[in-house]
């Protein structure tokens, strides 16, 4: 599929990169307003195919376009990067005011009363919200079809899945329907649909942004992050909602900011670039592996030294994962309960029946999958042998990374050992589906950052490219993924949709 207009302001302003419509704003070629309404009527046009939305807040954004346009006039603070863009947040990420469902019936209707750190740091930087993005039910899923309020369609080919579980912020960045999105990473759920949809995202290090207001799925492993048309985009994202909150314990001393400042052309020279070999799997789509190499004789050809590692542990991250993160996920939903918010029975006669009905109505199967799991893992007589043994395994898989990057700068791997696959492919096979994450999930166990861009088509789909830094090593893999992506184009494909 031919990759659509990307000339600018000539072509329509909806599939320039947020710097470049902000470059239009600066110039006053455009005001923030009529570039919120032509995203807006993108949004009418493209969500009867795509359904990347829960709730469109048209009204919301227009005032906040018009606060933007006074900024950028002079009027009150300077602005930011972010002044006037509009972006659109994963709908596990609370809003004050605005319906907050996680994708799940248990939490229909709940609209909650504060906003997250990360929201209140994108209004303070002047972010224009479209809307709410859909995604797999409390963010468990690879593919977007566990939302109880339907799947997302990739805007590639709207016949296939877009990733999970941040689906709707991927396919809506990579549509046009926002510039960027705010997404959540519990085991590669920004990257792997950053991946399928030809957009670039990025999991922070762990406790480098703020997880207050996110609705918690795993709570070692969520991170928020930024999905963007290019590495561009997620730095200036990151330099936003990065930084220490107290309200977060988990939240790292770091200063926010100073990433976008880290992009240099040509930044991989002299760089050592690790390529574990675990991670080109025997499922690995041969059009895949075959961007991946193409990618790999780039990196080379600015200056990288390429070299091979060995994560023999990575094989057992999948395992480790779905012991930590439905254990965890079993202990953060047990809030849930059909009284305090969201769904709750009417017909109901006792408190036991309530929580009962409330949870056999409001959650779907696979989060009930995964409560059931992770109940088992953590019950007595079990713990020792399943949890407090995956948090074992967990240590060992940190402490291989670390000696990984003792002889290199940064990892190189595939994001996803496969393109996207037709809806409704994996959906009777949940082992299928859990394989989808198979390059994403060791990063998110060692709490390090990630990030996808692309780096091919195969059958005429996206392919991922994911660099893996060590702790605290954002600006190097924010670096080393913009000097790759600066010397190819697939970072202009825009789907023609």
Known sequence: MPPAS??????????????????????????????????????????????????????????????????????????????????????????????????????????????????????????????KGNLDEFAMGSSNENSAYGPVHNPWDVTRVPGGSSGGPAAAVASGECFLSLGSDTGGSIRQPAALCGISGMKPTYGLVSRYGLIAFGSSLDQIGPLGRDVQDCADMLDVISGKDPRDGTSL?????????????????????????????????????????????????????????????????????????????????????????????????TAWETMDMARGNGFGPEVKRRILLGAYALSSGYYDAYYKKAQQVRTLIRAEFTEAFKR??????????????????????????YLSDVCTIPVNIAGLPGISVPCGLSDGMPVGLQFIGPQMGDATVLKAAYAYEQSTAWHKMRPAI
């Not at 195919?49 to 376009?65: G, R, V």
């Not at 290199?408 to 589906?433: E, I, N, Q």
């Open 253 to 349: 001393d770091s200063p926010a900011g100073g990433f976008s400042a880290a992009l240099k052309p040509g930044g991989v020279k002299g760089m050592r670039i690790g390529v574990p070999r675990e991670y080109l799997v025997d499922g690995i789509e041969p059009g895949v592996r075959s961007a991946f190499q193409r990618a790999l004789t780039e990196l080379e050809r600015q200056g990288a030294s390429i070299g091979e590692t060995s994560l023999p542990l990575s094989d057992h991250a999948l395992t480790v994962y779905y012991i930590i993160a439905p254990s965890e996920a079993s202990a953060n939903l047990a809030r849930f309960d059909g009284f305090k918010y969201g769904y709750s029975p009417k017909q109901a006669r």
């Open 408 to 433: 290199f700068d940064c990892l190189v791997t595939p994001t996803s050992p496969t393109v996207a696959f037709k809806l409704g492919a994996r959906t009777d096979d949940p082992l299928a589906m």
């Open 6 to 131: 990307t000339n600018g302001h000539h072509g329509d302003p909806t599939l320039l990169a947020a710097h470049e419509a902000r470059g239009l704003l600066a110039r006053r070629e455009m005001s923030s307003v009529e570039l919120t309404k032509a995203v807006l009527e993108r949004i009418t046009r493209l969500e009867p195919k795509l359904h990347s939305f829960l709730t469109i807040t048209a009204d919301l954004a227009l005032k906040q376009a018009e606060e933007a346009d006074r900024r950028l006039a002079g009027h009150g603070p300077a602005p930011t990067p972010l002044t006037g863009i509009p972006v659109q947040l994963k709908d596990n990420i609370s809003t004050e005011g605005v319906p907050t469902t996680a994708g799940s019936k248990i939490l229909a209707g709940y609209v909650p009363p504060f906003d997250a750190t990360v929201v209140e740091r994108l209004k303070t930087a002047g972010a224009v919200m479209v809307g």
